[in-house]
């Protein structure tokens, strides 16, 4: 979707300042069977809103297209939150040890 107006103030003014033509979208591995039809490519550009000054992209790639079923962050955010649940609880034994011991 190409960028209408500015995340921040609204503002419709921007000023180009890297074009890096168009590319993949992120995270988008092609699966062996797949790899001999044509890779769909997205405008890759950021812009700066004259009005406000923050940079951003002039196109945002569909949610649906960069997060599907098989997206890694799923499994990701798993991984965070056991490691989350370990240190939480290896704080709980140091505390409860400390308390032992006084």
Known sequence: MNLKSCR????????SY???????AADSFIRKQGLSQPEVQYPLEVVMCDDCGISQLS????????YQQDYLLQQ??????VNLELQ???QILLQTQQQISH
Do not use: E, W
């Open 8 to 15: 921040i103030c609204k503002g419709n003014n921007f000023s």
């Open 18 to 24: 890297l074009n890096l033509g168009h590319t993949p």
């Open 59 to 66: 196109y945002t790639v569909p949610p649906d297209i960069l």
């Open 76 to 81: 990701s955010m798993k991984t965070v939150s």
């Open 88 to 90: 939480a609880l290896q």
